[in-house]
């Protein structure tokens, strides 16, 4: 089976050819955990989810790394606002990260690094850099010289006065080019910080990734990935150091082959971001009753590479078509299949999802429904029990008292405006592994 993805620092569509094919390494750039993740975050963890999905379908060994960013300003920002400790605070929004990923089907990564457990491994490569000539010292700073590195911008292709059109308003004394970016700086007293050969510290956000990915896939390895956004300067930079400090100035892909990036959620066109307030988390909906295969669904319907629009009647569609699917599944006795080559072709195709879920209608019309079953666990939908999913097996449950019960509690703390007990009551629900959705016709429960 043939893959073929774009590789943006190639910038054309290429075959993949892995570095081993007995096992294909992948990363992703994850969140970095201060607050409760949007839908545009959750976009890159399908994708990558999906193209994790596909790589295992066609290689006997995928090791899937995705990292988690537990130390950095904004956290510390967080921190301090709300009065907890940075270990507390990332702890609970990387628990919230994962309970979204499950939600939305994700299977979690082979390996989640966090930053503050490669503090080491990010000194030395600081230590390398600055020993091959790439970095330098300064009032506590370590940082990376780009001039010392001609073929930086190659992988976002920006000029020399892009790079630096950001900085040039306020460079920082200390700088020796404008361009130049931090590996390291100083923390003082209250701040989070290692002591290092360079002073009591903490690490850039970009030489996280470096160290990680090193420490977890070795170099080069074959496929990184991550949101549009990161190209420039997150990946540029991650490029830089980790070919700088191995030697390897000349050959961008000495740190990873093949670059894959997911283009923007947007709302009304533009970005979904915390900064423009135009977001809206995972949390947020599934709170509302929407089930996370919908929201994945939703985040698949337009190609990855694509801008994506998030919509009511995006997630309304994703919702009539899902609905759909579990009709005919659970209409037929479905047995074991194997995936349709047409469906496979099409994910094989740069990870064309729009092709998939018009293959995926193609397979509904012709009432193929093992087929459709097996198709969907490739892009990880359709796996639910149809009766579940269609919320038939609520009535015949022994238990159903107990659950209509707290149902109907909840419904009285919402009318009584005690959000608070209405929220608790859920919790509790989901405690006890029933999962309710609030429809028009009333709230359905089913088992999660
Ligand atoms: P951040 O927490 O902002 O560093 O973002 C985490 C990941 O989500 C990165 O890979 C970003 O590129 C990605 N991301 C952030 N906003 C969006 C968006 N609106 N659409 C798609 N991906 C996004
Ligand atoms: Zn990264």
Redesign the pocket.
């Known amino acids: 089976m043939q893959l073929r993805f774009y590789n943006s620092l190639t910038r054309s569509k290429d075959i993949f050819t892995p570095l081993d094919a007995g096992h294909v390494r992948l990363y992703?750039?994850?969140?970095?955990v201060y607050d409760v993740?949007?839908?545009?975050?959750?976009?890159?963890?399908v994708v990558f989810d999906v193209l994790n999905r596909l790589l295992r379908h066609v290689y006997p060994r995928v090791t899937y790394v995705s990292n988690i960013?537990d130390v950095d300003d904004k956290i510390m920002i967080a921190a301090s606002e709300r009065g907890e400790d940075i270990v507390t605070l990332t702890q609970k929004y990387t628990k919230i990260y994962n309970d979204d990923l499950r939600s939305l089907k994700c299977e979690l990564p082979d390996i989640q690094p966090r930053a503050t457990d490669h503090i080491p491994q990010m000194i030395k490569l600081c230590e390398d850099l600055i020993a091959r000539g790439h970095a330098y010292v300064a009032e506590g700073h370590v940082l990376f010289h780009v001039p010392s590195f001609p073929a930086y911008g190659g992988l976002s292709g920006r000029s020399r006065d892009d790079q630096i059109a950001g900085a040039r308003v306020d460079v920082a004394p200390y700088k020796k080019d404008a361009a130049d970016f931090v590996l390291w700086k100083p923390s003082t007293g209250e701040q989070v910080g290692w002591d290092s050969p360079f002073g009591r510290g903490r690490p850039g956000w970009h030489i996280e990734c470096s160290a990680m990915a090193e420490a977890h896939l070795g170099l080069p390895f074959d496929i990184h990935?991550?949101?549009?956004?990161?190209k420039f300067p997150h990946h540029e930079n991650e490029i830089a150091q980790s070919c700088c400090a191995h030697g390897h100035t000349h050959d961008l892909s000495h740190f990873a082959k093949v670059w894959i990036?997911?283009?923007?959620?947007?709302v009304e066109g533009e970005?979904?971001?915390?900064s423009l307030g135009n977001?809206t988390t995972a949390q947020d909906l599934l709170a509302k009753g929407v089930k996370g295969e919908v929201i994945r669904y939703a985040l698949l319907a337009g190609h990855y590479r694509q801008p994506?629009d998030w919509t009511q009647n995006g997630v309304h569609q994703a919702k009539a078509q899902l609905d759909k699917f579990y009709k005919l599944l659970h209409a037929q006795e479905v047995l074991e299949a194997d995936i349709p080559h047409t469906v496979l072709e099409a994910l094989a195709d740069d990870l064309n999802t729009p092709k998939v879920i018009a293959e995926l209608n193609a397979l509904y019309n012709a009432g193929d429904a093992a087929g459709l079953k097996a198709a969907g666990a490739l892009i990880g939908i359709l796996q639910d029990n149809p009766r579940a999913w269609l919320g038939l097996d609520n009535q015949a449950d022994g238990d159903a008292d107990w659950i209509t019960d707290l149902i109907n509690a909840r419904a009285a703390a919402k009318k009584a405006k005690d959000f608070a007990m209405a929220d608790s009551i859920r919790a509790e629900l989901l405690n006890q592994g029933i999962v309710i959705e609030d429809t028009k016709d009333g709230t359905l429960w089913r088992r999660g």
């Open positions: 992703a750039c994850g969140p970095t993740a949007h839908i545009g975050n959750f976009r890159m963890a960013t990935g991550g949101g549009a956004d990161l990036h997911n283009g923007f959620l947007t970005k979904m971001s915390k977001f994506l």
